[in-house]
Each structure stands twice: as C-alpha cells, then as structure tokens.
C-alpha cells in the first residue's frame, strides 16, 4: 500500500508535469486518504500514464488516478473484451453445445454472463444477432461492475456491506432479497 511520502511523491511529479496546478499540503492529504489501499506501483504507474496521455491538460484527480489503477490491472489480468468473449462462447457451443457438454470458462465474468442469459438458451438459440447483442451488453455491465467494485475505498465498501449492499461476489441470498424488495 502507498505511503504517505509516496503519495506526496505522486503529487510532487504531477505538479511538476502540470505547473498550473497548485497542488498543497491538503491535497496531498486528500489524495493519500483516497489513494493509500493502492500499491505504491501500482499509483506511480497509472500517475505515470495519466500525465503521458494525449490531450491530457489538467492533473488527473484522485477518481482519475483510480480509474487509471484499474485500467492497468484489467490490462494486466488479460481480461477478455466483449467480442472476445463473445468469441469464446461461440467456440463453447461448438465444442460442448450437446446437452453433457460442460464448458469451460476463461473467467468468472464470462461466466456470469452465460449463466445469467442461459447457458442452454445461448446453446438453442436460433437468433445469433440477437444473442450476441444482449451478451455483450450483459457482460460489460459485468466488467463495469466488477471494476467499480474492485476500486471501492475499503472505507466506502465497508459502509455499504454493513448496510446490507450487495456486491458482485455477495452471496446469491443478497440477490433474491434485493428483488424482493424490489417487487413489493
């Protein structure tokens, strides 16, 4: 986890890569409450990339630089893009699309998808076009989800398990009592 002195580091280069910006002690001190369950690493690399994106003309914020983090861990997991998982549910069909067929997936997340749209459905389906569209609308979903989870501060995560919230790894009992409260 980033320390103190690393995240005014990160901030010392960013007011140095953005002269405008009158980055003080306060800011260092907002920026290392919002930033230190983050790797040391991890934050210099994705302040690194914030200040070498093209067009970039103000300091990344604290949600930036966050944003940022994720980026370079969903890069580096090598997480499927919406048509690439697309692809790998087609070629699941091909090889295990028979009715004992158990498919094998890359990732939770495309997982998830197949389950929540229907692994059979997706298997009998004669409306590829269709299909295809609401797969890959359902796992982006899945991946925004999942990264907006993952960059919870631990703080914020907390406070909304506590309070019952349900997120994407809760147990599927949140799920059922989050829709039945729903329908009432």
């Known amino acids: 986890m980033a320390s103190h002195s690393d995240v005014a580091k990160v ?49 990344p914020s604290v949600g930036e630089l966050r944003g940022a983090v994720a980026d370079l861990r969903r890069a580096s997991t ?8 697309w692809q790998e549910v087609q070629k699941q069909i091909l090889e295990n699309g028979g009715d004992y067929g158990i498919p094998v997936w890359s990732n939770s997340l495309v997982e998830e998808a197949v389950r929540r749209m229907g692994w059979r459905n997706l298997r009998m389906s004669e409306d590829q076009v269709s299909d295809r569209m609401r797969f890959l609308q359902c796992y982006e979903q899945l991946v925004e989800r999942a990264t907006k989870d993952e960059m919870l501060l631990p703080e914020v995560r907390e406070f909304i398990e506590t309070r019952g919230g349900r997120l994407l790894n809760a147990p599927q009992e949140h799920m059922k009592q989050l829709a039945a409260r729903m329908t009432k």
Not at 78 to 85: G, H, I, K, R
């Open 11 to 59: 901030v010392a280069k960013l007011s140095a890569a953005y002269p405008n910006w009158n980055a003080n002690e306060y800011t260092i001190e907002v920026y290392y409450e919002d930033l230190k369950d983050i790797s040391r690493d991890e934050l210099e690399f994705a302040a690194q990339h914030c200040r070498t994106e093209i067009g970039r003309k103000f300091a």
């Open 78 to 85: 090598n997480l499927p893009d919406s048509y690439q998982a």
